[in-house]
């Protein structure tokens, strides 16, 4: 008997396009054979709605266009519901296992992992105090510290303490960090609101368009290395895919390079010694543990000249999109893309 996915996309957040793409991808490479799919759509205003048509029609909107698609649907909190209620007549529909594409606020973060786990339905993914912690860069930055994860020289603050002490902030992140330094929103992802500082001036002006996406920053010395990325997947058992190098068409990985330019070089596997792979390997998955990871995670690293290997980020919901990383890095390891979701689906099940 075929199981019954909810795969929610859009969402409250500045990633509601990349979502869009992702589930697009997502949808049209479930095994069709195994499960039957109930798409459903945030949008960027919160309202939700059961898709009824092509996938082809997500990216850019297109969903909304025609409202004989849409049926407006809410996740029922009651746990003997098990799913959705179709608010057009109140029928409630179970559902087996939610795949949440939902990347950035009010999906990666927590948000919506903690309804699922209230209404009792298994989701794809990392729990919610992981989903928490990754998405926060400065919980994550500080968890990695506790354990001792080697990452850049950081420090962080909010919206309330810049505004107050702002020249303090400022100095002494440079005198802490050393120019250049990296600013970003502490919950935002794909890049979104980071910027590169070489000055003073640079990194107020960094700091002022980084709160524009969140009241709290997060400031990071720059590092000179090789940007690698590694693909993880399991729960008591995680498995690590080979690695990939991002090699950016910008000056540093931003969202224009990931997304749009799609002019950035990808080396899959990464251009390092056997031992080196093996190395990052063994910190994505020492990465994937120490932040409670569990479904699946893409975690990022710098390697640098010297053989260090930095952590740079964990991702709790990676791209799914035709470009995206994490399946290129598993369908390189030997699992395409179509069986990935399949176990993604699995071990939420399994969980």
């Known amino acids: 008997m075929k199981k019954k996915v909810l795969v929610l996309f859009g969402g409250v957040s500045s990633e509601h396009d990349v979502s869009l793409k992702s589930a697009s991808s997502v949808i049209k490479n479930i095994p069709d054979e195994k499960y039957d799919i109930v798409p459903m759509g945030i949008t960027k205003d919160g309202r939700c709605f059961?898709?009824?048509?092509?996938?082809?029609?997500?990216?850019?909107?297109?969903?909304?266009?025609?409202?004989?698609?849409?049926?407006?649907a809410v996740i029922s909190c009651d746990r003997s519901h098990h799913g959705i209620?179709?608010?057009?007549?109140?029928t409630v529909e179970y559902i087996d296992v939610v795949f949440p594409v939902l990347h950035g606020k009010n999906g990666e973060d927590g948000t919506m992992q903690g309804l699922l786990e209230i209404s009792g339905i298994p989701y794809v993914g990392c729990?919610?105090?992981?989903?928490?912690?990754?998405?926060?860069k400065a919980f994550t930055n500080a968890m990695a510290d506790f354990h001792g994860i080697p990452q850049a020289k950081w420090t962080a603050f909010n919206k309330y303490a810049y505004m107050g002490n702002k020249t303090a902030l400022l100095e002494g992140a440079a005198e802490k960090l050393g120019f250049p330094i990296f600013v970003k929103p502490a919950n935002a992802g794909s890049s979104v609101g980071i910027s590169k500082a070489k000055n003073i001036e640079e990194l107020a002006?960094?700091?002022?368009?980084?709160?524009e996406h969140d009241v709290k920053v997060v400031l990071e010395e720059g590092i000179v290395g090789m940007e690698v990325e590694c693909a993880v997947m399991g729960n008591s058992e995680p498995v690590a895919s080979v690695i990939g190098e991002v090699v950016p068409c910008n000056e540093f990985?931003?969202?224009?390079?990931?997304y749009l330019a799609n002019e950035s070089e990808l080396h899959i596997p990464a251009r390092l010694s056997d031992d080196m792979l093996k190395a990052v390997q063994n910190a994505a998955i020492n990465a994937y543990r120490a932040l409670g990871c569990s479904g699946f995670t893409r975690v990022d690293?710098?390697?640098?000249?010297?053989?260090d290997i930095l952590l740079n980020e964990?991702?709790?919901?990676?791209?799914?999109?035709?470009?995206?990383?994490?399946?290129?890095?598993?369908?390189?390891?030997?699992?395409?893309?179509?069986?990935?979701?399949?176990?993604?689906l699995q071990l939420a099940m399994e969980r």
């Open 50 to 72: 059961v898709f009824n048509g092509s996938p082809d029609l997500l990216p850019d909107s297109g969903w909304l266009a025609d409202e004989s698609l849409l049926e407006p």
């Open 253 to 258: 990985y931003d969202y224009d390079a990931k």
């Open 85 to 90: 209620i179709r608010l057009s007549n109140g």
């Open 314 to 344: 964990p991702n709790t919901i990676p791209g799914f999109t035709s470009i995206s990383m994490y399946p290129k890095l598993f369908a390189a390891s030997g699992v395409p893309y179509s069986e990935l979701l399949d176990r993604l």
């Open 301 to 307: 690293f710098f390697v640098c000249e010297n053989g």
């Open 205 to 211: 002006t960094a700091c002022e368009k980084a709160f």
């Open 127 to 136: 729990n919610t105090a992981a989903s928490a912690i990754c998405m926060d």
